[in-house]
């Protein structure tokens, strides 16, 4: 807030000094006042236009130092391989060209800036530059798009080869629940219409559908490292979006129907918490920690990293903290853990 009103304040004070700048060259009583640039004008302008060139890459450079190890760790997903290397790849070809196109319209403002006695050249067309400007870009974009296109068909195909478990997420504000498929590893049928809080049926399962009686409904997700996984996602309210950063994976829970993503985990959360990059972003965070705890500030203990599962769509006024905690596991720890959860029949409250 303080620092949108200084923001404000700024912005009106250079308001005001561009008013009285302008005020005082119009109470300048010049003979030859006129709007027409001099040499000297266009000269000042191809400098600046040097200067904003000299500006932008440094802001880039300084972005890359200051905030290059913001960006998320290896992918933890086997899919998530493929979709790292198709952005960066993008960003290369972004940072390539631009790079240079920028540099070549600021220095070509320079160089070609008016001058008395200076007269442009003129010419209609010119068939080889065109045909040269059109078909890099046709070539780049279309290589970009097939690639993204072939990498999207692979990422979406969503299919029930390899036995893959099979999780729901059930988005709601402001938290998930995830639902297991118990023995069968098949998911009850559920319905909004059917929760029923009294009871402990939280999800809306269906009591009549045998598939349902096994099922087994967390806070936390757990999944076996090495299996596929096939998330159906459904939202009771508007719209969320499950989004797993570590494992490159995002879609959106609409109300009313079913989502579906699919992924299989590749790395536990053990060994995630030894990844070079893990453990210095763990480090800085907990020297910030440890300093706010010595201001005694809240949210201040030892942080420990952990997968997570985020709402990435804007969904009311706790959706910056809807989350769940994702732990990636070994087979063996798994099936003990699903084990000891309690089955939907278990759980809900008998009928009166
Ligand atoms: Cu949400």
Request: glycine fraction near 6%.
């Amino acid at each position: 807030m303080t620092a949108l009103l200084t923001l404000t304040v700024l912005v009106l004070v250079a308001i005001a000094i561009w008013q009285m700048t302008k005020i005082f060259e119009l109470s300048q009583l010049k003979a030859e006042h006129t709007e027409v640039a001099t040499d000297k004008d266009n000269k000042y302008n191809g400098y600046l236009l040097f200067g904003f060139v000299i500006f932008i890459y440094g802001i880039t450079i300084f972005s890359f130092a200051k905030y290059g190890k913001m960006l998320l760790p290896e992918s933890s997903s086997a899919h998530g391989g493929e979709y790292d290397q198709l952005m960066w790849v993008s960003f290369a070809i972004i940072f390539f060209v631009q790079t240079i196109t920028q540099f070549l319209l600021h220095y070509f403002g320079y160089k070609y800036r008016g001058e008395k006695g200076k007269k442009a050249l003129f010419f209609a067309d010119n068939d080889r530059l065109e045909f040269i400007w059109t078909i890099i870009p046709v070539i780049v974009l279309a290589g970009l798009i097939l690639w993204g296109l072939y990498t999207w068909t692979n990422i979406m195909d969503i299919n029930d080869d390899d036995d893959p478990l099979i999780v729901e997420l059930y988005a709601q504000q402001f938290n998930w629940t995830a639902r297991y498929g118990g023995e069968d590893n098949v998911l009850g049928d559920a319905s909004v219409r059917l929760i029923d809080i009294d009871r402990a049926n939280v999800l809306g399962l269906d009591e009549a559908d045998p598939n349902a009686s096994d099922d087994v409904i967390v806070k936390e997700l757990h999944l076996p490292v090495g299996r596929k996984v096939n998330f159906m996602m459904r939202s009771q309210d508007v719209l969320h979006s499950a989004y797993m950063p570590h494992f490159r994976a995002q879609m959106n829970c609409v109300p009313g129907m079913i989502t579906q993503f699919s992924f299989t985990p590749t790395v536990t959360t053990e060994e995630m918490r030894l990844n070079p990059d893990v453990v210095d972003k763990v480090k800085r965070t907990n020297a910030l920690r440890a300093k706010w705890a010595a201001e005694g500030r809240p949210n201040s203990e030892p942080w420990e990293f952990d997968y997570i599962l985020l709402c990435n769509k804007i969904c009311g006024k706790s959706h910056y903290n809807m989350q769940m905690k994702i732990i990636v596991e070994t087979e063996e720890e798994y099936n003990k853990w699903i084990a000891e959860q309690a089955t939907f029949k278990e759980t809900i409250a008998p009928a009166e």
